[in-house]
């Protein structure tokens, strides 16, 4: 399994990111993904998940600014991520899950967002 995160760097608070993840070693049309983050001295809080239905789950904290999607012919998921704001800035990491969303299995290596003016 392998997992790429791209899309990461430095952006002004309001602005947007889109994060990626390319997927590989697995069958990614039939696995659920998310993505979690981890801030300067703080604990892993998972963000985002998608299912391999297209269902979409988001954490509290970033509902109605972030959206998760899914490319299943590019083995790719994405994260946009709108109205960014200080506190977003963090280690974005994607995931393969199993049961539960925040269960995760295999991780890749993050991308750093930094959220700053």
């Known amino acids: 399994v392998q997992l790429v995160e791209s899309g990461g760097g430095l952006v002004q608070p309001g602005g947007s990111l889109r994060l990626s993840c390319a997927a590989s070693?697995?069958?990614?049309?039939?696995?659920?993904m998310s993505w979690a983050r981890q801030a300067p001295g703080k604990g892993l809080e998972w963000v985002s998940g998608i299912y391999s239905d297209g269902s979409t789950y988001y954490a509290d904290s970033v509902k109605g600014r972030f959206t998760i999607s899914r490319d299943n012919a590019k083995n790719t998921v994405y994260l946009q991520m709108n109205s960014l704001k200080p506190e977003d800035t963090a280690v974005y990491y994607c995931?393969?899950?199993?049961?539960?969303?925040?269960?995760?299995?295999?991780w890749g290596q993050g991308t750093q967002v930094t959220v700053s003016s």
């Open positions: 995931a393969t899950v199993s049961g539960g969303l925040d269960e995760y299995d295999y």
């Open positions: 070693g697995f069958t990614f049309s039939s696995s659920a």
